[in-house]
């Protein structure tokens, strides 16, 4: 069955076509030639701090805060310092229990990171760890 995209695609110019690009400490490779305009910055998990975490249920509102709580008894970094992001990756409703997996990158990596991207008139559109972009790409959606 054929949706309705199919039928009445997005212009062209409004679709926001991105490519992948591999950081390293030596270089930046861009996944598809060097004519992106936008890309999915691909971070080394050297640089990344991952963990899991189960916490409380708290309304959606509150879980970015409750996260945010307990970053600094997981990574040798402030909250002030770092950037992260976060999946629920089960839920216990029996116990109203989330676990949570936590990605935590310093600021000063990730601004250094932007500029560079921005000094070549590339405009960064998210970052994903090594890891996270291996899973996303050989692990089925919903698994």
């Known amino acids: 069955m054929r949706g309705f995209f199919n ?19 030596k ?10 305009r936008f890309v999915n910055g691909i971070l080394p998990d050297e640089k990344t701090y991952l963990f899991t975490r189960t916490i409380d249920k708290v309304p959606a509102e509150g879980l970015y805060d409750a996260v945010a709580f307990i ?3 997981n990574v040798p970094l402030k909250l002030a310092e770092s950037v992260f992001s976060f999946e629920i990756i089960d839920e216990d409703r029996s116990a109203g229990k989330l676990q ?3 990605t935590v990158v310093p600021k000063a990596f990730i601004n ?10 590339i405009t960064v559109v998210s970052f994903d760890t090594e890891s996270q972009a291996i899973a ?3 692990i089925p959606k919903g698994d």
Not at 112 to 121: A, D, M, P, R
């Open 7 to 25: 039928w009445f695609p997005a212009p062209k110019f409004l679709t926001l076509a991105t490519t992948d690009a591999f950081i390293t400490d």
């Open 27 to 36: 270089s930046i490779k861009l996944k598809t030639g060097n004519s992106a």
């Open 71 to 73: 970053i600094e008894e």
């Open 100 to 102: 949570v997996a936590v």
């Open 112 to 121: 250094t990171q932007i500029k560079l991207f921005e000094s070549v008139g």
């Open 136 to 138: 996303r790409s050989i």
